[in-house]
């Protein structure tokens, strides 16, 4: 299914209106903006474009736009760029579509991420590198065009790796069995490497001892590997018992697609696409109320807690560090998502400026999520049902050697779910036959997976009909024995008010049930209520990292579940904008620090939520998917179970009394 976009959210070249003010770049708005660049400035081939992305209009300018009070704003791009002739790195404004550029600024003291032509020239550089290849003749490894290297980051845990040192990646390596092969299967242990960016050199090569290379294939698809030998997961191949399973919409889908702009029932949303963030979305409204004004992923933390010399570096920041936006998957109908399906597609930019179109990035379709709500009447056998259905809005993202799946769920009781899908291949080491390993478990022979976690920070800048939010701690808690207790029985729930930013950071009481409920004070409902919504915490985890690590200054937004901040533009990263090689906590340790009032006012909430992969022999050679997030539920927002309008459900589709 494909529909057309309409000239709204069309770019520059597009004839008629501009497009809106939040609908995500057009190419050649992003090849317009570096053009008009690198003209003004005069830049050669050594300056690179990290990032060009929307640099969307303030609030006030939008709500104007949106009650006709105010023109268009103005369509503005910003980019990053690193010059690798300066070792410098500058941030530029330009305004659309005169090609005007307004800002061209020097920031110092920081590395932008890692960029995708640096991230596949780290390979090749390293595998033409003497000391490399020496290390791998000591392993048995003579053709060198099989091997594997990954780019891992360099945090910033030791002297000399700080963003005015250089601009590093640190490499590790696998080597596949024959072209095709599953190469994470046979871990290089012991080798790591440091490539200087700037200079595409290897600066360093240790090699802390050799370990055996496990030599057991682990391929899981026919498609690549032909012989069945080398497939020993399922040497019989696929299942034969698995019948068709057709999601059919023969009337077509109940949503439609305007540009950019979701209209599903009641649910309105503008959809955005950024290289750093990828999936975004704008203005979330459920019959013409507001709910959010932007939901967004803002940083994902990887710390493994295997101390061994090939693995304690491994604290990858995916998304500020490389950006998930530019790694998104093109998806494919009945294989990623099944039904009637829209798809959008991200735009991002290449090193050079030029717009580099990811085809099908977004995926958007209707699915049955069970029972809705039910009854029963025992005393005249008269039953109930309606089935609840959700939108989903989707994207998948390949960072070396995981994926990510990312979810944004709209239901019809005026629920929001975010979920994130983990799955992909482990990242792993190798062990001698026989050994075990104390920080890691065994998933293969002499293959073993260190213990890590995954943390995820959402940025949800609120605006619960209307702006004027506050933010209120509820915690369920038993009442002390005594006369108005007299059976031990009774409970209530405390709510305590973040007032301000010196409050900002909360912890999470799972066994209470703890929750955020975010409330606008001046508007009602039928029940005389503040409205709410509320925020429930799940999948929620503590970090291992002891506190003033290395590990917790980098990532300083993992020591809280929540952290509420009074609405800055400018902040839009829980790690900052530049933690690549950061030395201490940029971010939410920052923002909270100017104790900003909290009380009707504009607010955002920064949940992290995560797990702990203690791995298993099942995670192997592919991992079974595992879905972690959060919900939001309205929570005074509706008088009355918004889905209670529900048709019910067709005769032929089951039995109703």
């Not at 081939?45 to 060009?52: G, I, L, N």
């Not at 268009?72 to 005007?100: D, F, H, I, N, Q």
């Not at 032909?226 to 949503?255: A, H, L, M």
């Not at 609120?462 to 024995?481: H, I, K, L, Q, W």
Request: hydrophobic share 35%; proline share 8%; net charge negative.
């Amino acid at each position: 299914m494909a529909f057309l976009v309409d000239s709204q959210d069309a770019g520059p070249d597009a004839a008629g209106p501009a497009p809106h003010p939040l609908a995500p770049l057009s190419a050649a708005e992003i090849e317009a903006a570096s053009a008009a660049v690198r003209r003004s400035r005069g830049l050669g081939d050594s300056a690179r474009f990290v990032y060009v992305s929307l640099h969307e209009p303030s609030k006030q300018d939008l709500a104007g736009f949106a009650s006709g009070t105010k023109p268009c704003p103005e369509r503005l791009v910003k980019a990053v760029l690193r010059e690798r002739a300066e070792r410098a790195t500058y941030e530029a404004v330009v305004k659309l579509p005169e090609g005007e550029v307004r800002e061209f600024t020097r920031v110092h003291g920081v590395q932008p991420s890692v960029m995708l032509e640096e991230f596949l020239a780290a390979e090749d550089i390293v595998r033409q590198d003497p000391r490399w290849q020496e290390a791998m003749r000591k392993r048995g490894v003579t053709d060198f065009s099989l091997c594997m290297i990954d780019p891992w980051s360099t945090p910033n845990v030791e002297p000399g790796d700080g963003p005015d040192d250089g601009r590093f990646v640190s490499p590790l390596t696998w080597v596949r069995c024959a072209p095709g092969d599953h190469g994470y299967a046979h871990p290089v242990e012991g080798v790591v490497t440091r490539v200087d960016l700037d200079t595409m050199t290897v600066v360093r090569v240790d090699d802390h001892g050799v370990v055996s290379i496990p030599e057991k294939c682990a391929n899981y698809s026919t498609t690549a590997i032909s012989d069945p030998e080398n497939v020993p997961y399922f040497p019989d191949g696929p299942r034969t018992d698995v019948k068709p399973f057709d999601i059919t919409q023969p009337e077509g889908p109940s949503f439609t697609l305007d540009g950019h702009h979701l209209s599903w029932q009641k649910w309105d949303v503008r959809i955005g696409f950024t290289a750093r963030e990828g999936l975004v979305l704008h203005a979330i409204n459920y019959d013409k109320r507001s709910i959010i004004h932007r939901a967004s992923l803002s940083e994902m933390f990887v710390p493994y807690g295997d101390p061994g010399k090939t693995h304690y570096r491994k604290l990858v920041l995916d998304e500020g560090e490389y950006g998930i936006g530019l790694l998104t998957n093109s998806l494919e109908l009945g294989c990623d998502c099944l039904g009637e399906i829209a798809y959008l597609d991200g735009v991002v930019n290449d090193n050079d400026g030029r717009a580099v179109t990811l085809p099908n990035a977004i995926c958007l379709h209707e699915e049955d999520h069970g029972i809705a709500w039910k009854h029963t009447d025992f005393r005249t056998g008269y039953a109930e049902v309606r089935r609840m259905r959700r939108m989903v809005i989707s994207s998948i993202v390949t960072v070396g050697n995981y994926e990510y799946g990312y979810y944004w769920y709209l239901y019809q009781d005026g629920s929001i779910e975010y979920e994130i899908k983990l799955s992909g291949v482990i990242s792993n080491g190798a062990v001698e036959p026989g050994d075990t390993p104390g920080h890691g478990t065994i998933v293969a022979p002499g293959v073993y997976a260190p213990h890590h976690q995954h943390f995820f920070n959402v940025r949800l800048d609120m605006a619960v009909d209307g702006t004027a939010n506050r933010v209120y701690e509820v915690t369920p808690e038993a009442m002390p024995p005594g006369p108005d207790n007299p059976v031990g029985n009774a409970w209530r729930v405390n709510e305590v008010l973040i007032a301000d930013e010196t409050m900002a950071r909360r912890d999470a009481d799972p066994l209470a049930g703890r929750y955020w409920k975010i409330v606008n004070q001046d508007v009602t409902n039928a029940l005389g209520q503040p409205v709410a919504y509320k925020l429930v915490p799940e999948h929620v985890i503590k970090p291992f990292a002891h506190p003033g690590s290395a590990v917790e200054r980098r990532a300083g937004f993992i020591t809280n579940p929540l952290w509420v901040t009074a609405y800055d533009e400018s902040e839009l990263y829980a790690t900052g904008d530049y933690p690549n090689q950061a030395a201490d906590c940029a971010g939410l340790p920052e923002f909270v620090k100017a104790e900003r009032n909290l009380t009707d006012t504009d607010v955002v909430l920064w949940f992290t939520f995560g797990t702990n992969h203690v791995v298993r022999p099942e995670d192997w050679p592919v991992m079974p998917v595992h879905p972690i997030g959060f919900r939001l539920l309205p929570a005074g927002f509706f008088v009355g179970n918004p889905a209670l309008d529900n048709p019910a459900p067709a005769a032929d589709h089951c039995q109703h009394h």
